[in-house]
């Protein structure tokens, strides 16, 4: 069975950080890419970050770019995402997916979601 198991989120304040884990099971990164969506409060779900490990390719989010770092470990099986600099317009719940790998990052595409972790961000 594929799973997607996400930790990490919380409550910060403004300009503070936070790092998201997801751990996948059941698949490897040359399977899959894994992109982090977020969906905010009367917000439709959208692309934050991907990353494709097996193709060296990263996509960020243009509000998110500079500010958040998506990394992945191949031995461990998890990829991360470290928020820096948040903002209270981060404030969302987060969502681990797999898609297949060279696609956009966008929800359209994923193929297994994880369950969402709330990150709040107080101004």
């Known amino acids: 069975d594929v799973q997607l198991q996400a930790s990490g989120g919380g409550l910060v304040q403004a300009g503070g950080s936070l790092s998201l884990s997801c751990a996948a099971i059941g698949f490897t990164f040359d399977d899959y890419a894994i992109g982090w969506f977020r969906r905010a409060p009367g917000k439709e779900r959208e692309g934050v970050s991907c990353?494709?490990?097996?193709?060296?390719?990263?996509y960020y989010k243009d509000s998110v770019e500079g500010r958040f770092t998506i990394s992945s470990d191949n031995v461990k099986n998890t990829v991360t995402l470290q928020m820096n600099s948040l903002k209270p317009e981060d404030t969302a719940v987060y969502y681990c997916?797999?898609?297949?790998?060279?696609?956009?990052?966008?929800?359209?595409?994923?193929?297994?979601w994880g369950q969402g972790t709330l990150v709040t961000v107080s101004s």
């Open positions: 990353i494709s490990s097996s193709d060296n390719i990263i």
């Open positions: 997916a797999a898609l297949p790998r060279r696609h956009p990052c966008g929800r359209s595409y994923v193929n297994y």
